[in-house]
């Protein structure tokens, strides 16, 4: 077999399993949070911003280059876009003292909602069940409650689906406040 059909059996292959494997489809309802403790913010509730909000999980940690890396963007992302409902929470599994040190560290440069995870169940649920396996890794909750986009917050589409859900929801709110207003 030719190297090139050797490659695209492979490639689709792999396509056909991932299709198969038990990660959940988008638009799959968003799981509720099971935090520990609230660092800095919360609670958060998702099922009580249903209609209002649209959030962004995003699993990180403190000894992540990477998820350090994507701080500054989601604390613009959250200073651009909170007072149109968009709710940001950094979830990590560290002890209590590493985060808040971290945080205090931080300062303004971190100024979204910080959470730990209550034994690895939020990320089970989120990370579990898309099938992911490392940090940082971001989720879109959009204002149904839908689970709309996952991936890499420094993904182009991560602030492109952001700004979506965000717009579906200001349209929609713009005709229901006119439609309680006549």
Request: negative net charge; proline residues 6%; hydrophobic residues 40%.
């Amino acid at each position: 077999m030719k190297p090139i059909h050797l490659m695209l059996v492979l490639g689709l292959t792999a396509a056909i399993l991932a299709a198969d494997s038990d990660t959940a489809p988008l638009g799959e309802p968003a799981k509720p949070l099971t935090v520990k403790e609230w660092v800095q913010g919360g609670p958060v509730n998702l099922s009580e911003g249903k209609g209002r909000n649209v959030y962004v999980l995003e699993f990180w940690a403190t000894w992540c280059p990477p998820c350090r890396e994507s701080i500054p963007h989601l604390s613009e992302l959250h200073a651009q876009y909170k007072d149109r409902g968009l709710v940001i929470v950094g979830i990590t599994d560290e002890e209590s003292e590493v985060v808040r040190a971290f945080v205090k560290k931080q300062g303004e440069n971190l100024n979204y909602v910080i959470a730990i995870d209550d034994e690895l169940r939020t990320a089970s649920d989120y990370m579990g069940v898309f099938g992911l396996d490392s940090i940082p890794a971001a989720f879109v909750v959009d204002r149904e409650g839908r689970v709309a986009w996952y991936g890499h917050p420094l993904d182009p589409d991560f602030e492109k689906k952001i700004v979506e859900a965000l717009k579906t929801n200001d349209d929609s709110r713009k005709s229901s406040r006119s439609d309680t207003h006549e």
